[in-house]
């Protein structure tokens, strides 16, 4: 209580103290200005600075300043994996967006919630994003900037397609739809910037498809670029890329020099996800130079931070949002700007604050518990109906029918005619992905390697690194 009752005194403190400044337009697009500059260097001051560049613009209803705050947040949020608050941000952005008639931000805002959602594994959602923001752009007025929003787009579309089926075809395909839209603008530096994006992704593409010669062509040109504009994101991007190129060609010495570039970058941007896969990566290089221990240091290294990245990304997901925190300051802004809240507030007043805030603390936290067993109880009854539905309905022949088309629902009825080797994988890798569970079945239905890679729609070179991971998930756990 004593802990409460200090936290609430310090925010009307605060309240009467520190946002007694006003800021004018003006002096926010300045700070707005800043904040862009330092995100790839410094994301979490970014993020610290918008949210204020945020309070500021809400005191003036400054409704470009609060679209463009909450965007920068988005963003940064994003860059530092925290993806659920990031697409709070995002939503924020688009409401305002909205308001403003501004269809630049409008069309950002909607593919920073599309990005937000596929980090969280939300696919579908993040598809119905990207269209809502590609359907905006023909009625942003400047072409470049138009031009630039599509491939972007288009880039995102390929990155959800990657990480939700992993179909090549479909990746490549929007990745030379973004490399087009970039390749169209006239402004040498915005084109530069966006093109090395461009270049380094057709790139992987090519890369995966195994035509090494086009796949190095469009890295190395995407690496000029990016050096010339000084884009540390593509740099690491490219160098991982030519470093899996060179592990290919077993130029392994190549490969490590591509990877420690890489992991400098991935360390400097904070792209834990990415510092992740290039673990792996080293580890499965000094594997090949029969290194041991520097293999194991890396593996070791991969499987911590995977664990850490994999308990981030749940509690994101099941994350809701404080309510009674945004309420609370909502309500402080209101009295401030009336005038009420002055330099001395009375004992009486703070007493009766503190009370009703608790009061509605207690009740929201009650109200909340109810439902979230409410809801769980009627997930578990639907769960139940829908398992037995499908044993019902589903034959073995039925099965390998849909493997072989690479139906998306064969996992499901998968799981309804083996459901003890579905839960005994789960026990023993509880964080497999989809694809990697896939793998799983297809080798319990005794498909071999080439024709797992046939049926996915992927390199055979994908599916042993997939079988890979697993068994060494397996051993861990």
């Known amino acids: 209580m004593g802990k409460r009752l200090f936290f609430q005194i310090l925010i009307i403190f605060v309240v009467v103290t520190g946002y007694s400044q006003q800021y004018t337009e003006k002096q926010i697009d300045s700070m707005l200005s800043d904040i862009k500059k330092m995100g790839d260097s410094i994301p979490n001051k970014a993020i610290e600075n918008s949210l204020k560049s945020y309070k500021y613009s809400e005191i003036l209803d400054y409704k470009k300043g609060m ?5 920068l947040a988005g963003k940064n949020l994003y860059d530092t994996n925290q993806y659920d608050r ?17 269809y630049e931000l409008l069309s950002e805002a909607y593919r920073l919630k599309g990005i937000s959602y596929v980090g969280l594994g939300l696919y579908k959602q993040g598809f119905l994003e990207f269209k809502k923001g590609l359907d905006v752009t023909p009625q942003i007025a400047t072409t470049d900037v138009a031009l630039r929003q599509k491939g972007l787009l288009y880039n995102d579309i390929a990155v959800g397609y990657d990480r939700s089926t992993g179909v090549i075809d479909s990746i490549k395909k929007y990745y030379v739809l973004g490399y087009n839209q970039f390749n169209k603008i006239e402004n040498t530096k915005f084109k530069n910037i966006n093109l090395s994006l461009a270049s380094a992704n057709v790139g992987a593409c090519y890369l995966a498809l195994k ?53 400098f970058f991935a360390k400097k941007l904070k792209k834990r996800e990415l510092q992740r896969d290039i673990y792996l990566n080293l580890s499965q290089t000094y594997e090949k130079l029969k290194n041991k221990t520097k293999e194991e240091l890396y593996s070791e290294k991969y499987f911590s931070l995977n664990d850490s990245l994999q308990k981030n990304q749940q509690k994101a997901v099941i ?20 005038g009420v809240v002055a330099l001395v507030l009375s004992a009486v007043l703070t007493a009766l604050f503190l009370f009703f805030a608790i009061r509605l603390y207690k009740n929201k936290k009650k109200e909340k518990v109810k439902i979230a067993k409410k809801k769980q109880r009627l997930q578990n009854k639907k769960d139940i109906l829908e398992k037995v539905i499908l044993i019902n309905s ?84």
């Not at 490219?238 to 060179?246: A, R």
């Not at 309804?416 to 890798?429: C, K, M, S, V, W």
């Not at 569970?437 to 049926?455: M, N, P, S």
């Open 211 to 263: 035509q090494y010669d086009s796949a190095r062509v469009y890295l190395v040109n995407a690496s000029k670029l990016a050096e010339k504009e000084n884009y540390n994101s593509v740099k690491l991007y490219v160098y991982i890329d030519l470093g899996n190129l060179e592990f290919k060609k077993n130029n392994f010495d190549e490969a490590l020099k591509y990877y420690q570039e890489a992991l």
């Open 394 to 477: 589903t034959s073995l022949d039925e099965v390998l029918k849909l493997a072989k088309n690479n139906d998306p629902m064969f996992l499901s009825k998968f799981e309804a005619t083996h459901p003890d080797f579905y839960n005994r994988i789960l026990q023993e890798a509880p964080t497999l992905s989809k694809m990697e569970l896939i793998v799983c079945a297809f080798l319990k239905l005794g498909f071999a390697v080439k024709d797992i890679a046939l049926y996915t729609d992927v390199t055979v070179r994908s599916v042993e690194a997939r079988i890979y991971r697993i068994r060494k998930l397996r051993k861990l756990d």
């Open 319 to 338: 994350a809701t949002v404080k309510e009674l925190t945004e309420d609370e300051y909502s309500t402080i802004e209101k009295i401030r700007k009336t």
């Open 67 to 71: 679209a463009l705050s909450a965007m």
């Open 86 to 102: 990031s697409l709070e941000q995002a939503t924020k952005s688009e409401e305002f967006a909205l308001l403003i008639n501004d």
